[in-house]
């Protein structure tokens, strides 16, 4: 009975032991996984290269029904009222602006007359980020019959508006991507970018 027990205890052993051969394939593993992370982190810099190198550029004054200008930066507004005042769209919304602004308060600090507001401009008051802003643009869109809007913001803002956009206006909708230029910081870029591939990741597992 002894010798029965060592041999059991042996082949239990050389069974479930780590041997040569599990060596082997915990290397294997480890091995795929770095080049795994590798790869996903040279995928990561060439898209960030790309970003930040390539950034929107501003559109033609070409005509279209609607402008929206996206909230969150200088020269955005001063870019939708110059689109107003050439006539190149019959209506202008200014998405995300706070609840206490009123339209004879941008005419006075952009210098416009207030007809301009009164006639053919929109305040949302309701977006609160990019995400909201696109749904606000929306009904915004709906409920004027709009079916060319150019999209005003700035440049290393566009990627992820314009995601935004297409997901939450329908397909029928023509954008025009209108980039205001701007000198991005490096951190800016960077949590731009960040934020632009997380939401198209989402976008993509349908959230």
């Known amino acids: 009975m002894a010798s ?26 480890d091995v795929m996984i770095r080049r795994l992370l590798s790869s996903i982190l040279l995928i990561w ?5 790309w970003f930040a190198i390539f950034l929107p550029q501003p559109a033609e004054l070409e005509q279209t029904d609607g402008v929206v200008v996206l909230t969150g930066g200088p020269k955005r507004i001063d870019r939708g009222l110059e689109v107003m005042e050439k006539r190149k769209a019959r209506r202008m919304l200014i998405s995300g602006v706070d609840l206490d602004v009123k339209p004879g308060e941008l005419a006075a600090e952009y210098k416009r007359p207030i007809k301009l507001f009164n ?21 915004w869109v709906a409920r004027n019959k709009i079916t060319t809007l150019r999209v005003v913001t700035h440049d290393w803002h566009m990627r992820r508006g314009l995601l935004e ?15 205001v230029p701007t000198r991005p910081s490096f951190y800016i ?15 993509i597992a349908g959230v």
């Not at 810099?45 to 290269?49: A, D, E, R, T, V």
């Not at 997901?167 to 209108?178: C, K, N």
């Not at 870029?189 to 976008?203: I, P, Q, S, T, V």
């Open 4 to 29: 029965l027990a060592v041999h059991t205890s042996r082949g239990y052993g050389s069974f479930h032991g780590d041997g040569p051969l599990d060596g082997a394939i915990n290397a294997q593993e």
């Open 165 to 179: 956009l297409e997901i939450a206006l329908p397909d029928d909708v023509e954008i025009v991507a209108d980039a």
């Open 45 to 49: 810099m060439l898209g960030f290269m």
């Open 119 to 139: 006639c053919c401009i929109d305040l949302g008051f309701r977006a609160v980020d990019t995400r909201s802003n696109a749904l606000e643009t929306a009904r």
């Open 189 to 203: 870029l960077f949590r731009e970018y960040n934020k632009f591939w997380l939401r198209g990741a989402a976008a």
